[in-house]
């Protein structure tokens, strides 16, 4: 991602996911203690804390330089099979071939989402509600989160970590952000839009471009 808490446009996704990773977990049995390896990927710098999408520990953030060839490669070392790529209209460079190679041999899905949580053309929807959203303002106010960590017992690190991340993105750009999920609601719930995509497009998503908005 690219834009500041852009993966709350891919926030039902992301919940409808983790959603079926933790079923599968209790159908083996009851007694488990996982967290998914789903990976945030920051490009250029910290784009906000997302640990409330169940992105977590914080290591699953990742923030890569502004260069194509090194997300791919943070892609690669981490055996990413499902993609998500910020939608735009750059293209980048032929990747370096055995980087290309690695990513085809492994990867199953790719789609592109935007920020705003609708995409151009889009074939896939996905409706949130209530819990879901409930997450998404976690994600969009961090002080508040901070605030709560702060007051339960035993959580100092977790408060700790949260407070080191919650001026990465301003209140201005969190306002502006809860006022477009607003327009996402569609008979009561919020439908986020996708486009499925081959991996040449998403690989090509990779490159510095211009953000796409439907």
């Known amino acids: 991602m690219r834009t500041p808490f852009a993966a709350v446009g891919a926030s039902a996704l992301i919940t409808a996911t983790i959603t079926a990773f933790y079923?599968?977990?209790?159908?083996?049995?009851?007694?488990?203690f996982v967290y998914p390896d789903y990976f945030l990927f920051h490009v250029g710098r910290p784009l906000g804390d997302h640990a409330r999408l169940d992105i977590w520990p914080a290591h699953k953030e990742v923030v890569v330089g502004d260069d194509p060839d090194r997300i791919?490669?943070?892609?690669?070392?981490?055996?990413?099979?499902?993609?998500?790529?910020?939608?735009?209209?750059?293209?980048?460079?032929?990747?370096?071939?055995?980087?290309?190679?690695?990513?085809?041999?492994?990867?199953a899905t790719c789609l592109a989402y935007s920020a705003s949580g609708r995409v151009?053309?889009?074939?896939?929807?996905?409706?949130?509600?209530?819990?879901?959203e409930g997450y998404v303002a976690g994600v969009l106010d961090p002080e508040r989160r901070l605030a709560q960590l702060r007051a339960r017992p035993g959580a100092s690190a977790l408060a700790e970590a949260a407070a080191a991340r919650a001026g990465e993105v301003s209140p201005e750009v969190r306002a502006g952000i809860?006022?477009?999920r607003a327009r996402l609601q569609e008979n009561g719930a919020p439908v986020e839009t996708y486009r499925r995509i081959g991996l040449a497009e998403a690989l090509g998503l990779l490159g510095p471009r211009r953000l796409a908005a439907a």
């Open 120 to 132: 151009r053309d889009p074939d896939v929807r996905i409706a949130g509600n209530a819990v879901t």
């Open 72 to 107: 791919l490669e943070a892609i690669n070392d981490r055996a990413i099979t499902r993609l998500a790529v910020e939608d735009g209209d750059g293209h980048a460079a032929e990747p370096d071939p055995a980087a290309a190679a690695s990513a085809r041999g492994r990867m």
């Open 178 to 180: 809860r006022a477009g």
């Open 23 to 32: 079923d599968l977990q209790r159908a083996r049995g009851p007694d488990f």
